[in-house]
T-cell receptor, first 114, second 114 residues
Framework: AQSVTQLGSHVSVSEGALVLLRCNYS??????LFWYVQYPNQGLQLLLK??????LVKGINGFEAEFKKSETSFHLTKPSAHMSDAAEYFCAVSGAGGYNKLIFGAGTRLAVHP | ETGVTQTPRHLVMGMTNKKSLKCEQHLGHNAMYWYKQSAKKPLELMFV???????ENNSVPSRFSPECPNSSHLFLHLHTLQPEDSALYLC?????????????FGPGTRLTVL
């Protein structure tokens, strides 16, 4: 069975500070991993994805994530937070099963304060 | 613009009403999904369609009835709902259920059941 755990339902950072959102996964097969962002009253937008190529993945809006198999982690980072980064972030895993089924974490709400 | 549209964006209905949610994707994808997003709960996969054929019904109550007349359109018919069904309903599309890849989400329909 696959699962995703996002540590910290709420994260608060100052503008300009490092953003670190944690994601750990469990998968019986080599996983594909995704980070999505959801702004208020909107759907989910893909930030980046890991599909077994480079372990350091760069995404949109200056975000990146590193796949660490030994730690079963796929943490999302951004060197300098911007006010516009305030949103909810979801980590998801796809892999096992006969079709493309995404399993989502519970989400982390990021607040950015001046 | 993600190429997936949903209507209506907001819906208020009584428990005895019948209504339908509509999703349309303009991406040429073969798979479509319905998710339920409730407060403080992970996204729940409800239904999966591949080339108009339902491939998963994730233990969803029969008061939710999906319909996929073609690969571009997906409906969710609602009847005799309960207040706990109030949530954001998200539609997504993907290149194919057998392809491990990202899903593209619509903006969602915010449903309130009185």
């Amino acid at each position: 069975a696959q699962s995703v755990t996002q540590l910290g339902s709420h994260v608060s950072v100052s503008e300009g500070a490092l953003v670190l959102l944690r994601c750990n996964y469990s998968s019986s097969v080599p996983p594909y991993l995704f980070w999505y962002v959801q702004y208020p009253n909107q759907g989910l937008q893909l930030l980046l994805k890991y599909t077994s190529a480079a372990t350091l993945v760069k995404g949109i809006n200056g975000f990146e994530a590193e796949f660490k198999k030994s730690e079963t982690s796929f943490h999302l980072t951004k060197p300098s937070a911007h006010m516009s980064d305030a949103a909810e972030y979801f980590c998801a895993v796809s892999g096992a099963g006969g079709y493309n089924k995404l399993i989502f974490g519970a989400g982390t709400r990021l607040a950015v304060h001046p | 613009e993600t190429g997936v549209t949903q209507t209506p964006r907001h819906l208020v209905m009584g428990m005895t009403n019948k209504k339908s949610l509509k999703c349309e994707q303009h991406l040429g994808h073969n798979a479509m999904y319905w998710y339920k997003q409730s407060a403080k709960k992970p996204l729940e996969l409800m239904f999966v369609y591949s080339l108009e054929e339902r491939v998963e019904n994730n233990s969803v109550p029969s008061r939710f009835s999906p319909e996929c007349p073609n690969s571009s359109h997906l409906f969710l018919h609602l009847h005799t709902l309960q207040p706990e069904d109030s949530a954001l309903y998200l539609c997504a599309s993907g290149r194919g259920v057998g392809i491990k890849d990202e899903q593209f989400f619509g903006p969602g329909t915010r449903l309130t059941v009185l």
